[in-house]
């Protein structure tokens, strides 16, 4: 049995949330939590305390080898943490760490029969001083709408050049032909659990949203870190959420999230929560060589849903479905697809019906909506969509990002979404189709409402931009190719 089955409930606050203790009576804060103030003894009073967002690197060493680390002490509050120092250049001084500004974030920390997650430091970058514009005043509405949404997208980016090059492939023929330029990458200690916690995160810091206030987590991904083993639990916990949420995760492809859309929005309508999380996540995969190695991408876009401070509702829901096994993936073998079998009988058909599906049951047409978001497995497959259905470029660019992270899989539509949920004005209408191969499309109508102005927060444009290259050796570790 893994040593660390005990210790994971146990510690779920400490090294979920960085909450510590602080004494009433002397005020010293301590880190972990504490039964007993060593300076006041049984006078003292200790109470839980949330630590700081953010410290400072006090020491720090480089644990040299192939996965190279970093490991260090971090002063949070006074309290001096021993941790894990992530995302850090690897090739400059040590001692430049001294002294660094540092934020938590949720990561893996070790894995042997089971996966032990908790916070760890990374360097502060400028969007961590961005604070959201949230309304000014409360309103409360009949009907549940979306209220927030966040984004996460890993900043280490690689080049496809880079990747054409390990192959032997010229470049100039895949960045045509999949009409992306370059791709994200997360660390090797993020999944795609670890994605939807950031993601999840910053929907409530955008908001304003108590986590404790979320009953219902619906997580759509493709690349579960567990066969057999509950992903809600961990986001629950890690966002703290507590123990009364309901939730599920669902692996239809990339539709995965958009699939658990009604169920977010029925949550909160039946008065089984005030507030509800969607998120899609996805570590996609790609075996090396394949045309998936050189696409797909990483990242995690969270939606919350509630009645208060609407900012945007669906008006519409239509799914369309088949049998049509265009790409696929057994236990512990990388995804397979048909080739061109994926275009036209999987994800043309699927999304062009849903599409015009919703459209006739709403009596509406292209030119009713202002903008358009399509799922994102290239550039080419989500323009060509738009001109079958009627859409110009005007009305879908805004959405697209595929050319600049790759296909997050089931973060790919919602990413898109959020883009565009960044510059639209009140009672704008949005189309936003996504695609699930195996097969089957979400296509939804969603207005905004007076006041999204109001509610505007850190861009996807801004976490696009925010970025670092890598090379194919890092590459290939955060991939697991490279062990």
């Known amino acids: 049995m893994s040593e660390m089955l005990p210790k994971i ?3 779920v606050t400490t090294r979920y949330l960085l909450i510590g203790s602080v004494c009433l009576g002397c005020g010293s804060t301590f880190f972990p939590k504490r039964g ?34 970093v490991i260090g002490v971090v002063e949070v509050d006074g309290c001096k943490i021993p941790t894990t120092l992530t995302d850090v250049d690897m090739d400059s001084d040590v001692m430049k760490l001294i002294g660094m500004e540092v934020v938590p974030t949720f990561r893996r920390i070790r894995e042997d029969e089971v996966i032990e997650y908790g916070l760890v430091f990374r360097p502060k970058d400028p969007l961590d001083d961005r604070e959201p514009a949230r309304p000014k005043k409360t309103e409360v509405s009949g009907k549940a709408g979306l209220v ?17 090059k390990v192959f032997g492939k010229d470049p100039k023929l895949y960045i045509r032909g999949l009409g992306i330029e370059e791709k994200s990458v997360g660390n090797f200690n993020e999944d795609s659990i670890t994605f939807a916690v950031e993601a999840a995160k910053r929907a409530l810091r955008r908001t304003g949203v108590e986590a404790d206030g979320i009953g219902f987590i619906g997580l759509g991904t493709e690349s579960p870190p567990y066969a057999v083993k509950s992903a809600i639990t961990t986001i629950a916990m890690a966002i703290g959420a507590g123990h009364n949420v309901r939730g599920r995760t669902s692996e239809f492809a990339c539709k995965a999230a958009t699939d658990q859309i009604p169920d977010a ?82 994800y043309f058909r699927h999304v062009i019906s849903a599409a015009k599906m919703l459209m006739e049951d709403l009596g509406l047409g292209p030119s009713d909506f202002d903008y358009a978001v399509f799922h994102q497995p290239n550039s080419k497959f989500p323009l060509k969509a738009a001109k079958m259905l009627g859409f110009g470029l005007d009305k ?13 899989y089931a973060a790919s539509t919602l990413i898109g979404l959020a883009s565009i949920l960044d510059v639209a004005e009140d009672n704008q209408r949005i189309l936003a189709v996504s695609y699930g191969s195996g097969a089957g499309s979400d296509a939804m109508s969603i207005m905004t ?35």
């Not at 969607?278 to 394949?290: N, W, Y």
């Open 36 to 69: 007993l103030c060593p300076l006041c003894g049984r006078k003292g009073k200790l109470a839980p305390k949330s630590l700081a967002k953010e410290g400072n690197v006090v020491s720090a060493s480089i644990l040299r080898g192939r996965r190279q680390r």
């Open 265 to 346: 929005i029925n949550a909160v309508d039946s008065g089984e929560t005030d507030y509800a999380l969607v998120i899609g996540s996805d570590k996609a995969q790609g075996e090396p060589g394949d045309d998936l190695y050189f696409s797909v991408g990483e990242g995690a876009c969270a939606l919350l849903f509630g009645k208060t401070n609407v900012i945007a509702r669906v008006e519409g829901f239509k799914t369309y479905i088949s049998d049509t096994p265009d790409f696929w993936r057994k236990e512990g073998e990388h995804p397979k697809h048909g080739g061109r079998f994926t275009g036209l009988p999987g």
């Open 9 to 11: 409930p146990r510690e």
């Open 148 to 164: 927030g949404y966040g984004v996460y997208i890993p900043r280490f980016r690689i080049r496809i050049e880079k990747i054409c």
């Open 449 to 483: 409402e007076e006041g999204i102005n109001e509610a505007r927060g850190l861009t996807v444009d801004d976490i696009v931009m925010n970025k670092v290259y890598v090379d194919h050796d890092f590459y290939a570790l955060s991939k697991g190719v490279l062990r």
């Open 396 to 408: 879908i660019k805004q959405g697209l990002k595929v050319r600049w992270i790759g296909n997050t």
